[in-house]
C-alpha cells in the first residue's frame, strides 16, 4: 500500500497523466477514510472509516441523511477541511498517491487543475463582488498560463461547453445578476477550466427548482460522455442518483453502509437502512406525509456502540448493538455493513 | 449617481434645521449668561441690559431662533462673543488644521489596524491575533488625554526625538505657501523642505495619539470581517479552485471585507473628530477642537451652534461618500 515519497511526487509532477496503472483501474480510492473534528472541549470523530472508489468516467453517487458526513469525506480528498477537523486515519488515493501525504502547496496545485469540486448552493460560490469573467480568467491564469485574448476566448468555450448562451455577455455578470442554474453553470466551467480527472460535486442541484434540476444533470452526464469526466455525486435524492449515476454508496453516521450499481440499489436494497431510505421515498412521492425512517441520525458524539443504525433499525439483534459490521460482499460488485444482510435477503 | 448626490445634498436642509432647533435650545439651558462676556464685569446694569437689548437677548427664545436661522441661510453664523469674528471665518480658518490632523491619524490608524487585523483573521487563535486584541484593548482603554501627555513626556521630555507641543510647526519657521491649506501638502508642492520636516516632525505625536485610539475599532472590524469572508462558500470555491492563499486573502476576502470596513471608517473619523478637542489642546493646535472648547468654556452660542452646523454638515457628507464608494466597490448596491 505505501509508496516512497518520492515517486508520490513524481507522479503528481507527472505531465503524462497515469490515468491507469498496474493496482487496475481507479481514479479515486478511499479507504477507511477517519477524520476528527477536535472542539475545545471534546473531539468527535464524524468520518469513521469510509471506503468508496471510483473508476474512470464512472459516476458514483454518495446519498445519505443529512449530518451523515458527506460533505466532509468530500472535504477531505481536496483537502479542504475545516480547520477544527482533521483526518485521522486511512488513504486517499488519487491514481498512484496518496493525497493525504502530499503538502498544501502540492495540494493546491491539484485543486482546481485535477480534482475540481462544484457545491450546493452556486451563487454563494461565486465571490459577490467578482465577474464570471475575472474569476475565470484567475483560474486560467493560474492553472494554464493563459492571459489576455487567449483567456478570453478559452473562458467564452468554457461557458459555452457548460451550454451558457452568450458566454461574452455572462462574463460580464455579477454573481447575483445569474440565476442558480448559469451560476452553477459558471461553477462547472471555473471547476473544468483545466480539464480535471474527478469531479466532486456536492449536492450540485439540491438548491435549484426541478427542470434546472433536470438540465443540470444533463450537463454532468453530457461530460461524462465528452470527456470522460469521472464523478462523485453527492446528494440525498434518489432520484438524482437514478437518472445520474452508475453506482450508489449510501452513506450513515460517518460509514457506508451499502454500495451498489445503481439498478441493484433499486431491485435489491440489501441493508436496512437503504431499504428504509427507499421506502421514505416512495412514501413521500404518494405524499402520505411521511417523511422518512422513525428515529434520527445518532449524535456524532454520542456515537452508538456497534451498528450506528441499530437504534433505528427494526432488524436488529444483540450482536449489532456490540459489534460494528463491516462491508462485506454480497454480490459482485455489491457491498453490504451489516451483520443479518444475509437472512434478510431472504 | 448625480440625481442621488443631489437628493442627499437636499436632505442636508432638514437635518441641518432639526440640528439647529435641538442646539439653539440646548445653548439657552445651559447655565452660563453670554451677557458676562460681551460686556466688561464693571459695566452698569444699565449698559449690560441695552446690550442685551441690542444682541436680542431679551426677545422671545423663537424670535431668536428664527432671526438666527435667517442669518444663516445668507451664511451669517453670527459673530463669535469671544474672537468677535463672524463665525464661519473662524470655523473656515481652523477646518484645514484640523483636517490635516485627523486625516494623517486616520490614515496611520488605517495603515496599522488593516494589517493587523488581516493577520489577526489569518491567523486567528495565534499570538499575532492576541497581541492585536490586547492593542485595541489598550486603545481604547487609555483616555487620549493622558497618552497624549505621557507621548510627550516620552517622545519629547526624555527622548528629544520630537519637539514640544508647538501646534502645526516651529514658530521659528514660516508656514509654506498656502495652496491648499495643509501644510504637507504645501511644503511638498512648494518643495519647502524646511517646513515639511518640521510639519511632519508637529503632526506626528497628536496624529498618533489619535491613531491609537481609533485603530481598535477598525483593526476588529478588520478581522471579523475577514473572517467572515475566509469562511464563506466563495473562499471555500476558491480554495478548491486552486487559487493560491496570497490571491485568495488579499483578493478574494480582503475585497469583500473592505465594504464594512468603510463604513467603519466613517464612524470612526467622526469620534476623531471628538477626541480631537483634547488633542488639540494638548498639542496646541490651532484647529475646530480647540475652537470649540474655548467655546463652550465661554458660552459663546453663536460659534457652538456653527460648530455643530459645521461638523453636522461634514458628517452627512462622509456617509455619503461611504454611500458612493459602496456603489462603486459593491455590485450589489444599486442607486
Ligand atoms: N465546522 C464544523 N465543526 C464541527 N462539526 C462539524 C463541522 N462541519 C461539519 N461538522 C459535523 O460533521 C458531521 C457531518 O457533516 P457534513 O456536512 O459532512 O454532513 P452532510 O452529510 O454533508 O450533510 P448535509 O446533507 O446536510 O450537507 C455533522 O454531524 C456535523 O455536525
Ligand atoms: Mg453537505
Not at chain 2, 497618552?147 to 526625538?161: D, E, K
Not at chain 2, 476588529?220 to 485568495?248: H, V
Request: glycine letters at 6%.
Amino acid at each position: 500500500m505505501e509508496e516512497p515519497a518520492t515517486s508520490m511526487l513524481r507522479s503528481v509532477n507527472d505531465p503524462l497523466r497515469p490515468g491507469v496503472n498496474s493496482s487496475g483501474e481507479r481514479v479515486l480510492s478511499i479507504e477507511g477514510l477517519r477524520v476528527e473534528f477536535r472542539l475545545p472541549d471534546e473531539s468527535t470523530e464524524v468520518l469513521c472509516g469510509v471506503d468508496l472508489t471510483a473508476r474512470p468516467g464512472e459516476i458514483v453517487g454518495v446519498v445519505g441523511e443529512s449530518g451523515s458526513g458527506k460533505t466532509v469525506a468530500a472535504l477531505a480528498v481536496v483537502g479542504l477541511l475545516p480547520s477544527a477537523a482533521h483526518v485521522s486515519g486511512g488513504s486517499v488515493r488519487f491514481f498512484n498517491e496518496n493525497l493525504l501525504d502530499l503538502d498544501s502547496r502540492q495540494m493546491r496545485a491539484i485543486r482546481g487543475s485535477r480534482i475540481s469540486m462544484i457545491f450546493q448552493n452556486p451563487r454563494a460560490s461565486l465571490n459577490p463582488v467578482f465577474t464570471v469573467g475575472r474569476m475565470l480568467r484567475e483560474v486560467l491564469l493560474v492553472h494554464s498560463g493563459l492571459r489576455g485574448r487567449k483567456a478570453t476566448v478559452r473562458a467564452q468555450e468554457l461557458l459555452a461547453d457548460v451550454g451558457l448562451p452568450d458566454p461574452s455577455a455572462v462574463m460580464r455578470r455579477y454573481p447575483h445578476q445569474l440565476s442558480g442554474g448559469m451560476a452553477q453553470r459558471a461553477m462547472i466551467a471555473l471547476a473544468l477550466s483545466s480539464s480535471p480527472d474527478l469531479l466532486l460535486a456536492d449536492e450540485p442541484t439540491t438548491a435549484l427548482d426541478v427542470t434546472i434540476q433536470h438540465q443540470i444533470i444533463q450537463l454532468l452526464l453530457r461530460l461524462r460522455k465528452r470527456q470522460n469526466l469521472t464523478q462523485i455525486v453527492i446528494t440525498h435524492n434518489f432520484g438524482v442518483v437514478a437518472e445520474l449515476c452508475d453506482r450508489v454508496a449510501v452513506m450513515y453516521a460517518g460509514a457506508i453502509l451499502e454500495e451498489a450499481p445503481v439498478g441493484r440499489i433499486f431491485e435489491a436494497p440489501g441493508h436496512p437502512y437503504t431499504r428504509g431510505l427507499l421506502s421514505a421515498r416512495a412514501r413521500v412521492e404518494q405524499s402520505s406525509g411521511i417523511r422518512s425512517i422513525p428515529g434520527q441520525v445518532p449524535e456524532l458524539k454520542n456515537r452508538p456502540t456497534g451498528c450506528s443504525f441499530h437504534p433505528r433499525c427494526e432488524h436488529a439483534r444483540d450482536i449489532c448493538r456490540v459489534s460494528t459490521p463491516r462491508l462485506e460482499s454480497s454480490a459482485p460488485n455489491h457491498s453490504i455493513a451489516c451483520h443479518r444482510w444475509r437472512e434478510l435477503a431472504q | 449617481m448625480a440625481a442621488f448626490v443631489a437628493r442627499r445634498i437636499l436632505l442636508l436642509i432638514p437635518v441641518l434645521l432639526g440640528v439647529t432647533v435641538v442646539t439653539f435650545t440646548l445653548t439657552r439651558v445651559i447655565p452660563g449668561n453670554p451677557i458676562d462676556l460681551m460686556v466688561s464685569p464693571l459695566a452698569s446694569e444699565e449698559t449690560r441690559e441695552r446690550i442685551a437689548e441690542n444682541a436680542g437677548l431679551n426677545d422671545p427664545i423663537w424670535i431668536q431662533y428664527l432671526r438666527y436661522i435667517e442669518g444663516v441661510t445668507r451664511g451669517d453664523f453670527g459673530d463669535s462673543f469671544v474672537t468677535n469674528q463672524p463665525v464661519l471665518d473662524d470655523l473656515t480658518s481652523r477646518f484645514m488644521p484640523t483636517f490635516e490632523l485627523t486625516l494623517f491619524a486616520m490614515l496611520l490608524a488605517i495603515a496599522l489596524a488593516v494589517p493587523l487585523g488581516i493577520a489577526a483573521a489569518v491567523w486567528r487563535g495565534t499570538w499575532i491575533d492576541h497581541v492585536s486584541r490586547l492593542l485595541a484593548v489598550f486603545g481604547v482603554a487609555m483616555p487620549v488625554f493622558w497618552v497624549s501627555l505621557v507621548a510627550i513626556y516620552v517622545f519629547f521630555f526624555l527622548l528629544h526625538w520630537l519637539p514640544a507641543p508647538q501646534g502645526r510647526i516651529s514658530v521659528m519657521i514660516p508656514p509654506p505657501d498656502r495652496i491648499s491649506g495643509l501644510y504637507t501638502i504645501d511644503s511638498l508642492l512648494t518643495g519647502n523642505w524646511q517646513a515639511l520636516k518640521s510639519t511632519v516632525q508637529s503632526l506626528l505625536m497628536p496624529a498618533a495619539v489619535l491613531a491609537f485610539a481609533a485603530m481598535a475599532p477598525l483593526a476588529r472590524i478588520t478581522r471579523a470581517s475577514m473572517i467572515e469572508a475566509l469562511e464563506s462558500d466563495y473562499t471555500r470555491a476558491a480554495r478548491s479552485l486552486g487559487l493560491p492563499e496570497s490571491s485568495i486573502v488579499f483578493r478574494h476576502a480582503l475585497r469583500n471585507a473592505i465594504l464594512p470596513l468603510i463604513t467603519m471608517i466613517a464612524i470612526v473619523y467622526g469620534y476623531l473628530l471628538g477626541g480631537v478637542v483634547l488633542v488639540e489642546n494638548v498639542f496646541a493646535w490651532p484647529g475646530l477642537g480647540r475652537y470649540v472648547y474655548n467655546a463652550i468654556a465661554s458660552s459663546d452660542y453663536p460659534a457652538l451652534q456653527g460648530f455643530i452646523l459645521y461638523s453636522t454638515t461634514v458628517y452627512v457628507l462622509l456617509f455619503l461618500l461611504v454611500d458612493i464608494l459602496y456603489v462603486l466597490l459593491d455590485p450589489r448596491v444599486r442607486l
